[in-house]
């Protein structure tokens, strides 16, 4: 029964974000909506991904306080390599560094390294054990990255998962 309540929860989850990224409120379009979220948990089913993990950290205020703290970060520094790349004047200085994750699940530390390479400037090169090789892009982006305030905000999210 556990399951099937992920099952219906993940469902639901991703009908929503359809419906809110689709902006279309048709009834044709509604039910292709629904067709395709249930085609999506179908394949997530059989391919065994539906599990309490992946559905309580969906449904989470602390999830989507994170990815509004991500999306500001992301477009910030898009700003930052635009303007780098515009003017010659502002110097990269390239290097990989090694940051450490104090999350505690293998989702919260694949979580951290997406969240990583999500964010222009930075890439995350390899995890290994409870450590991020990362690929900056500038010593000062290097050394935000170093601070962990990313590091911090994914562990207090994972106090969720």
């Known amino acids: 029964m556990s399951k099937l309540r992920h099952v ?3 469902s639901l989850f991703l009908f929503a974000v359809w419906l ?8 044709l379009l509604l039910g292709l909506g629904i067709v395709s979220t ?13 599990d309490r993990e992946v559905v309580l950290v969906l449904l989470k205020p602390r999830a989507l306080l994170y ?13 930052d390599v635009t303007l780098r790349i515009l003017d010659p004047k502002m110097r990269i200085s390239p290097n990989v560094i090694r ?6 699940s293998e989702l919260g530390r694949v979580t951290y ?4 390479t999500l964010v ?3 890439v995350a090169m390899s995890v290994e054990g409870d450590e991020i090789t990362v690929h900056a892009l500038t010593r000062e982006v290097a050394a935000d990255l170093q601070r962990g305030e990313m590091d911090r ?9």
């Open 20 to 27: 809110v990224l689709s902006g279309h409120y048709t009834v």
């Open 120 to 122: 222009p400037g930075t």
């Open 67 to 79: 990815w509004l703290w991500l999306g500001r970060e992301i477009i910030k520094s898009n700003i």
């Open 153 to 161: 905000r994914i562990t207090d999210m994972e106090l969720d998962f």
């Open 113 to 116: 390294a997406n969240s990583i």
């Open 99 to 104: 940051v450490k994750a104090t999350q505690h």
């Open 8 to 10: 219906v929860n993940l």
């Open 38 to 50: 249930l085609f999506v948990v179908f394949l997530a089913t059989r391919a065994e991904l539906v």
